[in-house]
């Protein structure tokens, strides 16, 4: 049971570079989120995708973009990195609707120097 | 706005005592509150759940609390092993299905 994919699983970049973080989830769920955990502040929610093709923002969406191109997959794209956006990604989902807990992979720790 | 509070940064007991984590919410339409355990270099996991029509559920050593009127939950581990020790999330979920997590309580289980 793969779960909850993401790659790559570590990343440095220098200000200004961009890249594409991917997830991908093999539980036929419809809802997909990201997550950034930095010490002290928990996980915020960056995008929310509740099914294909649909997309919402966050808590802190700013210098983020998101692509849901079909049920199993959710990317977050940074077009211009940052050092604030030095953080652990973590990419999580869930079936649609309430009370049901999500499931999350094994996070991207991406370092912006 | 912190809309879910964990005001305790980090805890620490005894093995084969009692764990006690609080989570705090100012929303009260939020009506789905979960807990979620991590591990240093891993994903957070599911542990236990509660919706706003219960005030109790029960996992094994593992009880989540709901006290709706003062928008409070706690979790409560008994007893606590060594294993336990992790950072516990306390989340929310509302009518937006977005689940928004508090900063975490890191608890320690001394042998």
């Known amino acids: 049971n793969a779960g909850v994919t993401q790659t790559p699983k570590f990343q440095v970049l220098k200000t200004g570079q961009s890249m594409t973080l991917q997830c991908a989830q093999d539980m036929n769920h419809n809802s997909m989120y990201w997550y950034r955990q930095d010490p002290g502040m928990g996980l915020r929610l960056i995008y929310y995708s509740a099914s294909e093709g649909t997309t919402d923002k966050g808590e802190v969406p700013n210098g983020y973009n998101v692509s849901r191109l079909n049920k199993r997959e959710f990317s977050l794209r940074l077009e211009s990195a940052a050092p604030s956006q030095t953080s652990v990604y973590f990419c999580?989902?869930?079936?649609?609707?309430?009370?049901?807990?999500?499931?999350f992979g094994q996070g991207t720790r991406l370092t912006v120097v | 706005d912190q809309q879910v509070k964990q005001n305790s940064p980090s805890l620490s007991v005894q093995e084969g005592r009692i764990s006690i984590l609080n989570c705090d919410y100012t929303?009260?339409?939020?009506?789905?509150f979960l807990w979620y355990k991590k591990y240093p270099a891993e994903g957070p996991t599911f542990l236990i759940s509660i919706s706003s029509i219960k005030d109790k559920n029960e996992d094994g050593r593992f009880t989540v609390f709901l006290n709706k009127s003062a928008k409070h939950l706690s979790l409560h581990i008994v007893p606590s092993q060594p294993g336990d020790s992790a950072v516990y999330f306390c989340a929310v979920q509302g009518g937006s299905e977005k689940l928004v997590f508090g900063k975490g309580t890191k608890l320690t289980v001394n042998p």
């Open positions: 999580a989902s869930s079936y649609r609707g309430q009370s049901t807990e999500a499931f």
């Open positions: 929303n009260s339409m939020f009506d789905y």
